[in-house]
Every structure is written in C-alpha cells, then in structure tokens.
C-alpha cells in the first residue's frame, strides 16, 4: 500500500501493518511553511573510486560526544589508498586521515558502529578476506588508536563483500555479508558471530537467501531489537526480515524469512548488490526502514513490542531519487535523499515515523564543465546532535568528491 504526498512541502502518511495483517492509522501532520534551501560547501575529500562512499545499508558516518564527526572513505588509488578513516573538527567542511584500513583496495567498502570512545568497523580486504577492526578516540588529542584488527571469515573458495556488523543485548557481535564462490560466482549471504573480546570468530555455517549466479544483487544487514538479533536482507528487488532470540543456539536456523516489501521487477535505476536500504533504531526500539526502488523512496517501520512492519509508502513524491539514507538527527528519524535531476530533500519525524515533514531543500548549484552529480550518494550519521551534517559525493574533474550541506535543526 503507498501513498503520495499530499502537498509539495507536506508527507502525511497512513500506513496498513504488513507483517500481522492488519492495519493501523498512524495520524496526519499538516505544515504549510515553505522548507529552506540549503546550498552545499565543498570538502576537501576526494578519491579516484566511484565506491567512495558505498553501499547505502551501511553505515560509516559517527559523530563523537565532542561533537566532530568521523568517516570512512575508499580513497581508489590516491594517497593513502583504499579505506581510511578521517575526522572533522567543522562540521564536515575540512577532514584530517587518521587511520587507514589495511590492506584495502578499490573494491573494498566498511561498515560500522561507536559506543562511547569505541569505534567497531568491519571490511572486505584486497583478498576477499572480511575483517574486523577497532579504534579507541581520544578527543583531547583528537587521535583514533588500533585496539584490534582480526579476521572475520577468510575463505580460499568464497570471496567476501559488503559486510555490516552489530551488537547484540548479550555483548554478541553479528557480521553478514555477500559471499562469492570464486570458481563458479554463484552467491549468497552469509553471517558469522564473536561471543567474546578474547574468543575468534566463528561462521554459524547459515546461508541467507538462494545460492545462484543469475544476480550479484543481495546484500544484507544485522540490527539489534530488544532481547535478540534481526536481520533485513534484500536479494534482487525483495526485502526480507528474519529475526533470533539471544537465547538461541548460535549457529541455530534463523525463522523462516518474512518478504516485508516487493520491489519493481523491472527496473530503470541500478542497485548492482541490492544495497540502496539503511535502516536505524530509535530509543524506543522502533526500526525505521527506507529503500530505494527504482527512483521511489519507501518507508517501513517496525514495532519491536508487536513484531510489525508496516507497508511500505513512498515518501518523495513526483520527485525521483537516486539515494538515501536514514539518520537520528537530534532524537528525530532524518531521511536524506538526493534527486536525480539537481535537488534533494531531508526529511524529519518528530514522531518516530508516524509522520514526515519536509525539513530543506538540497539545492545544487549549477555543474561547471567538469562537474557531474551522478554519483550523488548521500550520507549522514546514524546518530547526531546540532546542525544535521549531509555529504554528497559528486563528480570533478575525473575525481570523485565530497560535498556537506548543513541542515539547522527545526
């Protein structure tokens, strides 16, 4: 079931429960005041790979309680190479290296999450080999310290992709990701598990989703929900839910996978690895969904006290998108998305995603000879304070490079 938008600047949802079956009036916000335009500022971010800052159900944008935000960008071949963690002291207008990830190279992409000081990335290397690392930030010096860099899942037969990493309730650590036969390709989603700081990693054998080489489109993404482990994963245009108790055998089946939203078969917008979802958690354990389908941004939300996902909705109008991605910007749920013809948007709830009101215009500035917005992938922080900070990654001059648009807090 979708919805449009009932005005250019107003998105009131009503919203039918997927997963039981029923339905649920979620309410209608109504605000008639015209969203400022926001106009970017150039970073000094750039990098020779398309992948710069790939793929959306990842996350690799924090914010630390000094308020600088922290990222991790492939750098392609310049110097330093493949991943590297910068830091930004200004808002996101001028970074400094602080780590490199290695080894890593152009194919290499990460994701992440921060506790307090404690930075937990995992990432594909040059071998194929996934591996999990971990930094220690100290802002008086404004320095990030390796605490531990250790292999994940290192196989001669399956190359590893994509990974997404999180913790659960019990202190466990869950990694997926894409696995690849090398011989034949065939492909398929696969996780793997930590119990503890001093115990290694161990493969729960479980694959997700079909085994085939007809798509390398599937990626998948582990998120924690109250007294257990979910999991959304989408193979082709389907996006799938499955989740564990933490009481479960580890290396235990996971339930039966839910199909939570069919996407368009047939479609004009490319997604090579399925990838273009992200997905957050509030502090009312609700989970907040948005995938990108063939240019439409769609909208799910989960109630962890039910085990409900809502139907998807189409947030973004007659506007086409191109990416996105879901942030909490001052305790509300923020989607930002980029459009394919010059100008994006950010969203905000303030009513944990009952409903949506447009918060700016993304507006871009005319492209120099040169200058290409194609690849304006859009990331933000999973969880910020302050001034929303946005990065878009654009095209100039043959490199690939950052912008920031920062949004102002309603």
């Given at each position: ?29 109504v ?12 970073t ?29 960008v ?6 330093p ?6 830091s930004?002291?200004?808002g996101?207008?001028?970074w400094?290296p602080?780590?490199v ?8 992409t ?9 930075l ?14 971990q ?11 390796l605490?531990?860099?250790e ?14 990493v999180?913790?659960d ?7 997926s990701?894409?696995a ?9 989603i ?12 161990a493969d ?5 989703g ?8 599937r990626s998948?993404?582990?998120?924690r929900?109250?007294?257990g ?20 055998p580890y ?10 939203n069919?996407?368009?078969p047939?479609?004009k ?5 399925a ?9 009312l ?28 909705e ?39 995603g ?19 917005y194609?690849?304006g ?7 910020s ?14 490199l ?11």
């Amino acid at each position: 079931m979708m919805t449009s938008p009932r005005s250019k600047w107003v998105l009131a949802r009503r919203i039918g429960c997927a997963c039981a079956i029923a339905l649920g009036l979620l309410g209608v916000a109504v605000s008639h005041a015209r969203p400022p335009s926001i106009l970017p500022v150039s970073t000094d971010l750039a990098s020779s790979n398309e992948l710069m800052v790939s793929y959306r159900h990842q996350e690799r944008m924090w914010q630390t309680a000094d308020q600088a935000f922290h990222l991790v960008v492939n750098r392609g071949g310049l110097q330093p190479p493949g991943l590297v963690l910068y830091s930004s002291y200004d808002g996101g207008v001028t970074w400094a290296p602080t780590q490199v990830l290695s080894p890593t190279n152009k194919d290499s992409t990460a994701d992440g999450f921060l506790q307090g000081t404690l930075l937990s990335i995992a990432y594909a290397n040059t071998d194929g080999s996934i591996f999990f690392a971990q930094f220690s930030y100290d802002s008086g010096a404004r320095t990030w310290t390796l605490v531990r860099n250790e292999s994940v899942y290192s196989s001669t037969q399956f190359r590893g992709v994509n990974p997404a990493v999180a913790m659960d309730d019990t202190g466990a650590i869950w990694c997926s990701f894409s696995a690849f036969d090398r011989t034949t390709n065939d492909v398929n989603i696969r996780l793997t598990y930590r119990v503890g700081d001093n115990l290694p990693w161990a493969d729960t054998g479980l694959i997700f989703g079909p085994t085939d080489h007809l798509s390398k489109e599937r990626s998948a993404r582990p998120i924690r929900i109250p007294g257990g482990m979910g999991m959304i994963y989408r193979v082709n245009q389907s996006t799938l839910w499955t989740a564990r108790a933490n009481g479960a055998p580890y290396d235990s089946a996971w339930p039966a996978a839910l199909n939570i939203n069919e996407g368009t078969p047939q479609r004009k917008v490319s997604d090579p690895y399925a990838s273009h979802f992200s997905v957050i958690a509030d502090d009312l354990d609700y989970l907040h969904l948005a995938v990108a389908d063939d240019g439409n941004a769609l909208y799910l939300r989960y109630t962890s006290s039910t085990g409900i996902w809502t139907a998807a909705e189409k947030l973004n109008g007659r506007i086409k998108i191109s990416y996105l991605q879901l942030g909490l910007s001052n305790g509300q749920v923020a989607l930002a998305f980029s459009a394919s013809r010059g100008q994006g948007d950010v969203l905000v709830s303030n009513d944990h995603g009952s409903t949506f009101v447009q918060q700016a215009t993304l507006e871009l500035p005319a492209a120099a000879p040169g200058t290409s917005y194609a690849t304006g992938r859009i990331e933000t922080a999973g969880k910020s304070v302050g001034t929303l900070t946005v990065m878009q990654q654009y095209e100039d001059q043959n490199l690939q490079r950052l912008m920031v648009f920062k949004v102002p807090p309603p």
